[in-house]
Each structure stands twice: as C-alpha cells, then as structure tokens.
C-alpha cells in the first residue's frame, strides 16, 4: 500500500507537469485558486474566452481530451494518464469549465454512435476547444424521468422537424452544437419512441433564453425549439434508439474520476477557527467540533475513495462503483455546512453582502447555491436508486409506464 | 498509486473469511451470547493455528512477522464474523502496548504465549465512567505495586495478563502517568465480571490489593505510550467495525431481497432501498478512511494521529448506522433474540466506547487537524 506513481507514471507527470509550468496562464493562479466553490467567475476576463485559449494551447501539447484516440483529437492516453494530468493541470482544469459536458458527455456519445465522418468533423474540433457543446436532454416536465420528454421530432423527407422545449441547459448561450434526445414516436412506450441527434446550435427557430434562478444567478438556459430542421445525417443512432444512446451519455458523467468536488470543509475549518464566540473560539466549543469531526472524515472519505479508484486505474482494472458515493454525500454536506456556518453568526447570519462578520456571505451564497448541487446531474433520490439498484443488486421500481403508449400516460398529477 | 492491499494480503483475507465462516457462525456466537462460555476456546485455538493471533507479532517473539496490514485484513473478517474471542483486547493492545514499550524479556515472556493462544491479555485503562484522560487515572503504583480499582476491563475476566495505567505522579501533566504489566493470576487482583451490553465480548472489573506489576516503559512515559497503543488499536478496531458494518449492510440487503409485502419484494420500496444505499455511503466512506489509518499505521507515518482519529470516527459512525438500520430493515423479526441482527447491533454500540467514545475522538481530530494546520 502506497501513494508512488509507477516508474512509468512518475515519467509521465514529469513531462506533464514541465508542460504546465512552461504554458499555463500563471496570471490567473490566485484568482482561479481562490473561486472553491461554485462556478468560475474571472474579475477581468470571460471564462470561455480564456479557457478557449487554454484549451487551444493544450490540444497543440497533445493535452486536450488526452484518453480520446489521436485521429480525434486526443493523445490516446489511459485512463491513470488522465487522471495524472488532472493532477498536474491543477487550479488550470477549472478554465476547462466550459468544455466539460462536451469531453465528459457528447464526445464520448459521438465516438460511440456516429459515422466515420462525424467523429472525424465533430471531436478534434470539441477537443481542441474549437467548438463548445450542450446537452439538451432535461425538459420541464421531464427531469429524473427523462425518458417522458416531450420535444417532437418529425420526419419531413430527408429531414427531421423539431418542435419543443428543453431546460437546464449549462453553457446553450455559447454554445456551437447540441446532444439533442427527442420523442419522434409517441404512440410506443417512453422509452421506445425517442431518437438522437446532433444539432447545430445556430439553426433557425433555435433560441436561448437564459433562467434566473433560485439563487438569483443565471447559469443555465431554457432552449426553445420552433420548426427546426436537422438533417437526418445528423441522427445519432437508429430511429427509437435513442434512449440507449443516451445511456452512454449519462454513464460517462457518472465515471468522472478523481474530480474533487466541493465539500465545505476546508471553508468551514477555516471560519470556526477564526470566529470569535462569547465563551471563545467557535472551534473550541465541543458542539462545534463534533460537527466539524463528522464533516472531515466524510470530506476524507471522499478523497480516499477516490484513492481507491486510481488505484484501480493504474492496475489497468475498473474501478469499483465506489466512486458513486461522491455527489451525493458533497451535495448534503454543502447544504448542512452552509446552514450550521450561518448558525453561528447569529443574527447577522441574515445578511448577505460583503459583511465582515458574514466572511463576504460566502455561506450565504453557499446555502442559496447548494439545493442545485442535490439535483443537477442525478437528484439524489436518483443516485439513491442506482447505487441501490447497480450496486446491492435491489429490484428497480415497478413502472406504472413501461408498457403504456407515451401518448396514453397521464400528464397531471391532479 | 496503490491505495489497495496486495494480492496476498487478499489472499489472506479470503483465508481468514473461510476460516470463520466454518468455525465462527452465528450459533458458535450464540453459545457465548447466551452465556454458556465466556469466550469461544475452540475458535481461540483455532485462530492461533492458523497463525492470526501473532500475524503482526515479529517472528523472534513467536508471531508470522507479518505487518499491520495483514492484521487489518483480518481484523475486518473478526468484524464480519461477529467473533466472540478476545482478540482486539490481546492483539490490538497488549500485544502492541508490548511490541511499543516491552523490555526485551517482557516480549519473550508474553508475546509467544499471545502467538501461541496460550495467554490473553488486556488494557486495564478505565476507571468508571469517563474518557481516556490522565485526570482519570486515579489507580496509584507505588513500590512496584497497584492499588485501585479498574472498570470496565475488557476482557478482564479471562485475561491472564494486564497492562495498566497508574499514576506515579501528582504534577496535573501528562508524565504522571506510567504502564505496568500485571499477571493477574498471580495474586493481588480480584476480577468481577460485569454485564454489558455486547456479552460476546465480556467486561470486567478488577481490584487491585497491593497487587505485584512491572513497570511497562518508564516511568511517567505511560500517557505518551498509551496515546500510540490507541491510535494503533483505533486503526484496527475500524476494521472490524468496517467489517461489522458490511456484514449488516448485506445481512439488510438478503432480507430486503427474500421478504414480501404488499405483493413485492420490500427491497422494491425506495423507503426501504435508499435506507440500503446510505447504509453503503457510510460504509464506504468508513473503509477508505480506515485505508489510510492502515497506510499511516504500516509505515509508521506522521499523518498517524490524525489518519487514526479519522479512521475511528467513520468506521464508528458505519457500523452503528449499518447495525441500526439492518434491524430497521428487517422489521419486526429484527427485534428478536433469534434473528442474529441485535448481535451487530451489540457490538457496533459496544465498539464505540471501547475505546473511548465518538465524543472524545472527534475532539482528538480537531485537536490533530488543528495542530497539523499549525505545523
């Protein structure tokens, strides 16, 4: 049992972290150090203009997408190479923000489905920054069960019309194509009747409008469909095979490895031991501590959870379904972290501006933020499900929809 | 990286799971939980054939030579098991109080007879309630001999041998405190057995009339030995509880699977299914923590304070939630004496005091991150 890389795996970070060091934008270090939490907001700059930048840079070194095969762009690199670089690519990774569901999710559904020709247009130009895509899967009414989405696509000759409405969709407003599902049978069951397509997010009738949301940001869109042709070149998969494709899509954002999600922890370590209570230093009281204790070795499960699954990773083995534990603890923890943070200031735990006693509001904003941290990606009562289902081998959910015609299941509650 | 255990250690562990699946099933715990022996020999002898008495015991004292990490993967299999012998007393304390602190014939006195099975020994730290603190330590040594009373020991009943905490000192600090070794079958202590709540393991108190001891270490060393003793048998004791955790967690799992109602498999309802999937949280969390507190603790790292606290914690936290839940699960025949669930729920809330309580170990960390943020 150790923590050393491999006589190989030293060799390779070596060369990666001398890549790093000669190329990244050190300018933005502390700033990019500072943003923990949440998304990546630069004083100065856009982040996808940066990030596009470093992007570009890194598929020139070979370091963009690196797992993907080289005649897509990447540098066909295995999987504990990845997560090295990873490593070594550091705070930098965080300006790949806008690329993320493209490599993570619509690249490896392009590699998986598409032509030849497809692969050979659409990856090297998604690695390389080029080209930034979204995921247009979640509708309004149709989030944990996606499979009841209602955007029509309709044959018209060589063509699909589409019509619809999709929601929740991070990075639409700059966004060059979308991994679009639609329902182009609506008289088979649910999961029959959906088909894929890659679309080019600057056809006509496609418009974007971005949702403010319950934290008062505006991070993700609704995208709205009006008469939208895609050519039938651009489906991914058989017509009513969508749902399988989209499994592809959805595993791969279940299977990032090694990614450090935000826990609170080192955030609310930091605050009790500065903060000042009547009787003392917060971090003194028993109460607090016991707190913090249980918040630590959930944050130091995660991290050596994660340990594990490298591990497996450089022995050339699949990690074990560990690593599905990740956002679901992170996500309650965040929200519970945040409340207690705000518990201690007391009244002026009410106040959201830059108040010293608040330290800037960033619990505050931390509480407003993390309800999307248990829904987007998973709820999770989903995650629940599948690690109840994928892991321990429980039965799944008797379907009152399975065998029904999509178009004869009820649409209201009451 | 190669945050796993090696092949052989897993070999090992495989071993260990078959060798306790045959000699240590749920009616061989029943003869000790009902009370007709006060430990199981038979197991006793058996594991100290297989060699897991003395797997991290240096093989001139009698043991495999092994490591620590061997004993982890046993510990855990223990755990599982539900074993109804005194091996964390013996093996997580004593015989690691000796290998940190024994005089050369201390070692060749006590750690073969621990390898060989022929001697249990045991901690005798607690003096009524309270956790491990110097302050708590009234028991005095003076001239080589004890005088005090200790409660609860555990395993103290059957134990041949004890290593105690005295005071030597009146300074209020740390070094008032020193080791002694006792054979408690030499006279001067008077065991009582005391109920509690897991009988598999039991729990005794012993009164010391100027009872003959050595001293283990020097003297006003004892706090510091006694501090690594438990950080080590923290670390070990996860595991079992990791292992204990599993056992209920699948034990949940079998029942949710095989009991219908309403028409169903009672694993169908997502009331009962993500019960099981926060059951596996903390048991996973638990087991990657107690790996590192097996990394610290087989490369005598400095992150061993803080990795061993942690390790605690969490594996406390699982097993006591795994063992809650597995009787939640199972409903109404969960609260039987037959169903074997209320045997995990005993030893994960015994576990958690034994050797000191979640309250006082989750102070230990913060105080261990604290002055690791310091350095």
Request: glycine fraction near 10%; include cysteine.
């Amino acid at each position: 049992m150790n923590f050393d890389d491999t006589p190989q795996e030293a060799a390779f970070r070596e060369t990666a972290r001398k890549w790093v060091e000669a190329n990244a934008p050190k300018e933005l270090h502390a700033e990019l150090s500072k943003s923990s939490l949440g998304r990546i907001r630069l004083a100065k700059q856009d982040i996808v203009d940066v990030g596009k930048a470093w992007q570009k840079k890194k598929a020139e070194g070979g370091w963009a997408c690196l797992h993907w095969p080289k005649e897509y762009g990447g540098r066909g690199a295995t999987p504990i190479e990845r997560v090295i670089w990873q490593q070594e690519e550091g705070v930098y990774g965080k300006l790949t923000q806008p690329f993320q569901i493209g490599e993570g999710m619509c690249g490896p559904t392009v590699m998986a489905f598409g032509s030849e020709d497809a692969k050979r247009r659409y990856l090297p130009k998604l690695a390389s920054g080029e080209e930034i895509w979204c995921q247009l899967f979640s509708e309004p009414s149709a989030g944990s069960d996606v499979a009841g989405l209602r955007t029509r696509a309709e044959k018209k000759g060589d063509s699909w019309v589409v019509n619809g409405q999709k929601i929740w969709t991070s990075g639409a407003h700059y966004s060059d194509y979308g991994l679009l599902i639609t329902r182009t049978d609506p008289n088979v069951p649910k999961h029959k009747g959906l088909t894929m397509f890659v679309l080019d997010m600057k056809s006509p009738g496609v418009e974007v409008r971005p949702i403010k949301q319950a934290n008062g940001m505006q991070e993700f869109n609704e995208v709205y469909f009006t008469d939208v042709v895609i050519p039938d070149s651009q489906r991914l998969g058989a017509v009513g095979e969508g749902w399988s494709v989209s499994l592809t899509t959805l595993m791969n954002e279940r299977m990032s490895i090694g990614a450090r999600l935000a826990t609170g922890v080192p955030e609310i370590f930091e605050f009790c031991s500065n903060l000042m209570l009547e009787d003392g230093l917060a971090i003194d009281d028993p109460a607090v501590r016991s707190k913090l204790a249980s918040w630590a070795v959930k944050a130091s499960g995660l991290k050596y959870t994660s340990y594990r699954a490298i591990s497996a990773l450089s022995k050339g083995e699949r990690p074990g379904p560990e690593n599905s534990i990740g956002k679901l603890v992170s996500g309650m923890m965040l929200q519970d972290i945040a409340t207690y943070a705000m518990d201690l200031q007391g009244a002026a735990g009410v106040l959201t501006g830059s108040d010293e006693e608040t330290v800037q509001g960033q619990f505050q904003q931390m509480l407003l933020s993390s309800p999307s941290m248990r829904i987007a990606g998973g709820t999770d009562e989903i995650l629940r499900n599948i690690i109840a289902e994928r892991v321990l081998g429980l039965p799944g959910d008797i379907r009152v929809d399975k065998d029904v015609p999509y178009n004869k299941i009820p649409t209201k509650g009451r | 990286m190669n945050f796993d255990f090696s092949d052989d250690q897993k070999q090992l562990r495989d071993q260990a799971r078959k060798f306790l699946t045959e000699k240590c099933s749920p009616k061989a715990v029943r003869v000790v939980l009902d009370g007709k022996a006060s430990y199981d020999k038979e197991l006793w002898k058996g594991l100290a054939e297989m060699g897991f008495l003395g797997v991290a015991i240096p093989e001139e004292f009698g043991g495999a030579g092994a490591g620590h990490l061997e004993l982890c993967v046993i510990a855990e299999e223990m755990g599982r098991a539900n074993a109804p012998v005194p091996f964390s007393s013996t093996v997580y304390l004593a015989a690691e109080a000796l290998l940190i602190a024994g005089s050369d014939a201390q070692k060749k006195k006590w750690l073969p007879a621990i390898a060989s099975g022929e001697a249990i020994g045991t901690l005798a730290l607690f003096e009524g309630k309270g956790n491990p603190s110097p302050k708590n330590v009234k028991l005095a040594a003076s001239n080589g001999a004890l005088n005090g009373v200790k409660k609860p020991v555990a395993d103290g009943a059957i134990a041949n041998f004890a290593v105690v905490a005295a005071r030597t000192g009146s300074s209020g600090r740390e070094n008032d405190i020193s080791l002694f070794l006792v054979d408690l079958r030499a006279g001067g202590a008077e065991v009582k057995s005391l109920t509690n709540l897991d009988p598999t393991r039991g729990q005794a108190e012993i009164t010391f009339k100027d009872c003959k001891a050595e001293p283990l270490g020097g003297i006003g060393e004892g706090w510091s030995i006694l501090t690594q003793v438990l950080d080590r048998a923290a670390v070990l004791c996860a595991f079992e509880q990791v292992g204990g955790a599993d056992r209920a967690l699948e034990m949940g799992r079998d029942y949710a699977l095989d009991r219908i109602a309403f028409g169903r498999q009672i694993g169908s309802f997502q009331a009962v299914k993500h019960m099981l999937a926060d059951m596996y949280v903390s048991a996973t969390l638990a087991r990657s923590n107690s790996y590192y507190g097996a990394w610290a603790l087989s490369t005598s790292a400095a992150e061993l304070p803080e990795a061993a606290a942690a390790a605690r914690i969490s594996a406390t936290q699982a097993f006591q939630h795994c063992a809650k839940n597995n009787i939640q699960v199972h409903g109404g025949m969960g609260f039987t004496w037959e169903f074997d669930c209320h045997m995990y729920y005993r030893r994960a809330n015994a576990m958690a005091l034994g050797l000191g309580s979640l309250t006082y170990w989750e102070d230990q960390l913060i105080d261990r991150m604290r002055k690791k943020n310091a350095a």
